[in-house]
């Protein structure tokens, strides 16, 4: 038995070589693999370098000018000619709230009737602004931006009367990597973990999935080949595609859409390769435990896919998580994999937090491999 | 007609007789109903913020303990100098860290201008800006608080309708049934043809004396039923488990559901007619399924993103379930605002599916 196991773990070169090539062959056959390898990496960094847009842009409100006086009518031009809005005035508030309701509109600000002759008491009464609740992290920025215009507002209407407050403390924030708060430069790092796990986890499962449901599993009991060497020869092939996808998101991600490389292309190497091992032992693990293509391929996609895009911090803050999830995150490969890739990126070659990465990821890929060696192994012996 | 009858029993036979296949119809949308509620949130709270406060005066110290007493900020870890700091960062231990120079409370107390300067982690610049948004007030706060200043009364008050403690769940469950709906729909539209293909049972299929319409109809059914049942199943949990108030009409969301699932499946039996494998038709389907969610709004605005890219999105049947979903969840839309939505939708629906149609004979011939 355990001369058995010995040799199941040694790997003939040759052999080998012809099984990484016939599956070579079927990945450059199969339009399929093309699609996710180039097709899909594109599609995503596309997605994420444009779609995903979490900085504010212009947002359309409405603003009901229930008051002309002079005072209204100068908060009112401020609203105007703000950057951040798109203004449409009515007289009431009654049309707006319609237009909230449908969604052409994100916000309202209420300029009370009592505007202006409460201003000239120095009571002035404060405007009311209403946001759009169902979405609520468009409605945070709308009230803070909203609320923003007026304070400048104000301000400039106190130096203009000549009113002195105590200076305010003021805060100068700096943010180091990306100074021009870019969300692109974060996003775009995460799409390529995104399209990794595709490759990684995701085609890989399908393949020995497919094999078992083709009954081709069994032609390949029937040949000399060993344990070792058939996932060896199912993992070669997708490693090396990738790697190709890698660099070609590297090339997109930092021509098309601007991101900084101010790591060493060896950083991004040594921890796109020790991802790759995680992404595809899982994979091969699915795989072997499913035998079933759709069965495997539901499974990649929620314990691959949807961790890497969920559970891995790249959109969703961990810490804003309730604890149980922040717990589950741990698991989650890409949870380091992406802050490193980030770093690489837009920081450079900060080894003290990438090698503790890349420790982590080392050790979830054996254990994959070695649940995977077990699975494939109690299969055959069936 | 009981041709039609035989055939959609078994289409839905064929997806529930493996018992493998019957739990990943269950267990996954359950899953994702679970972390997606919990871990899709854009808020930003208990992060771990650095301090080096070089001053130690009575203001400085007053800020140092109300960001402790911030509920949206986590531990607070004290730093002894700059390269202390920049290693908190780096290694993202901290994403942001406030340094308070020697003479800050000087100057405070001279009622000069004082600065505090603060470091943020660029490499996270969404939830570093609403940090930022944190730490300017908690500064303003504990400045007025030492001076004894009374805050001006203030020039605006915000409320929020339709969600007025602007909780995340409440947007989350509405839209998560968009992207649950999506995702099995159109991955189990996809396999249908192709898996008959691949097993070579397609052409038994053929030469039956069903009519191609018959056929197309058959495969329609189950991902119909499924997607209904997941949205049902959403929206009861929605309201009773997650007290999601559901302000609208349940006719007017069925309607828009159903007709969502009719766009939906069409794209899905495009994906199967062009695919030959399972494996093409899976990796197809996830291909579509990506610009669907994303383009849908749910994870970022549509208005955030560029003008063209806009355009674009009214071509995606998600965006207006999106909205007829968030709109009858929290915002009570009128008959008249959801047939606003419903329209393009009825007509993407006619679009997918006559393509689908005439992509399938296409292939057959």
Sequence with gaps: ?????????????????????????????????????????????????????????????????????????????????????????????????????????????????????GAARGQRPPIQIIADGSQPNAANFTSAYARGVAQTWAAQEARAAGLRAPPPTELSLRFWYNPSLASRYFLVPGAIAIVITMIGTLLTSLVIAREWERGTMEAMMATPMRMSEFLASKIVPYFLLALASMAMCTVLATTVFGVPLRGSLFALLV??????????GQGLFISAATKNQFVASQVALLSGFLPTFLLSGFLFEIASMPKWIQAITYIVPARYFIPALQTVFLAGDIWSLILPAIGYLLVFGAIFFLLCFRASRRSLDK | MSALRAITIKEIWALLRDPKSRIVLVIPPLLQLVIFTFASTLEVKNVDVGVLDRS???????????????????????????????????????????????????????????????????????????????????????GASVRGTERAPPVAVAINWFNPNLDYIWFNLPSLIVVIVSVAGLSITAQTVARERE?????????????????????????????????????????????????GSVLLFYLGLVTYLLALIGVGMFVSALSMTQQQAFLGSFVATVPVILLSGFASP???????????????????????????????????????????????????LAAAAWLFRARME
């Design chain 2, 302 to 352: 549509i208005g955030n993103m560029p003008q063209w890219l806009q355009i674009i999105t009214y071509a995606n049947p998600a965006r207006y379930f999106l909205e007829i979903s968030l709109g009858q969840f929290l915002k009570a839309q009128p008959a008249s605002v959801v047939l606003g939505e419903l329209w393009p939708l009825v007509l993407i629906a006619v679009a997918t």
């Design chain 1, 271 to 280: 921890l796109t390769m020790a991802y790759l091992m995680p992404a595809l």
């Design chain 2, 56 to 142: 130690t005066g009575t203001a400085s110290v007053e800020i140092v303990n109300r960001l402790a007493g911030s509920p949206n900020i986590g531990t607070i870890r004290r730093l002894r100098s700059h390269d202390d700091l920049a290693e908190a960062i780096d290694r993202q231990e901290v994403i942001a860290a406030l340094v308070i120079e020697p003479d800050f409370d000087r100057a405070f107390a001279r009622g000069q201008a004082t600065r505090v300067g603060v470091v943020l982690d660029g490499r996270r610049s969404n939830a570093a800006q609403i940090v930022g948004s944190y730490l300017q007030q908690i500064v303003t706060d504990a």
């Design chain 1, 1 to 117: 038995m355990s001369g058995r196991r010995r040799s199941e773990w040694r790997i003939d070169g040759q052999r080998l070589r012809a099984m990484v090539v016939k599956e070579g062959v079927q990945i450059l056959r199969d339009p399929s693999t093309i699609l996710i390898a180039i097709a899909l990496p594109v599609l995503l960094l596309f997605l994420f370098g444009y779609a995903i847009n979490l900085d504010n842009s212009r947002t359309r409100i409405g603003l009901a000018l229930q008051d002309d006086s002079a005072a209204a009518l100068s908060l009112a031009s401020a609203y105007r000619h703000s950057p951040y809005f798109d203004v449409v005035v009515e007289r009431t508030a009654a049309p707006l709230r319609e237009q909230l309701i449908a969604g052409e509109i994100r916000g309202i600000v209420v300029i009370p009737q009592d505007f202006g002759s």
């Design chain 2, 199 to 247: 097993l070579g049972t397609f052409d038994q299929l053929m030469v039956s004396p069903l009519s191609v319409r018959q056929i197309l109809i058959g495969k329609m059914v189950p991902p119909f039923i499924v997607g209904f049942v997941n949205a049902t199943v959403y929206l009861v949990v929605a309201q009773v488990v997650f007290g999601v108030p559901f302000t």
